[in-house]
Nanobody, 128 residues
Framework: QVHLVESGGGLVHTGDSLRLSCAAS????????MGWFRQAPGKEREIVAA????????YYDDSVKGRFTFSRDNAKNTVYLQMNSLKPEDSAVYYC?????????????????????WGQGTQVTVSS
């Protein structure tokens, strides 16, 4: 089992940047494909980005492509979401999640149903 803790959220202005971190404990995250999701008030949780175990393969939702970068440092047992050119519509609670799948290779999932372990979330608010 892995325990995830997000940090780095906050209140910023349009065009600013933030870097979210997700620190893992209990088991090394190199075992897990990872994902970042977000949920705004009144909306369903949605995928932001996903990354394979090695970090070599990543997926980005069209709404963040070119602005957000998902990276992982398996040695530090931490994943990151670098968010640039933030917009008000990026405001949400951001969650990192670990997929307990045994599928190897380039695997990652865009579905929240695939992820077994979740952090508590960190709030990102972008003012216009």
């Amino acid at each position: 089992q892995v325990h995830l803790v997000e940090s780095g959220g906050g209140l910023v202005h349009t065009g600013d940047s933030l870097r979210l971190s997700c620190a893992a404990s209990g088991r090394t995250i190199s075992h897990y494909p990872m994902g970042w999701f977000r949920q705004a008030p009144g909306k369903e949780r949605e995928i932001v980005a996903a990354i394979s175990r090695s970090g070599s393969y990543a997926y980005y939702d069209d709404s963040v492509k070119g602005r957000f970068t998902f990276s992982r440092d398996n040695a530090k047992n931490t994943v990151y979401l670098q968010m640039n050119s933030l917009k008000p519509e990026d405001s949400a609670v951001y969650y990192c999640a670990a997929d307990n799948s045994t599928r190897g290779g380039n695997y990652y999932s865009r579905s929240s149903l695939s992820y077994e372990y979740w952090g508590q979330g960190t709030q990102v608010t972008v003012s216009s």
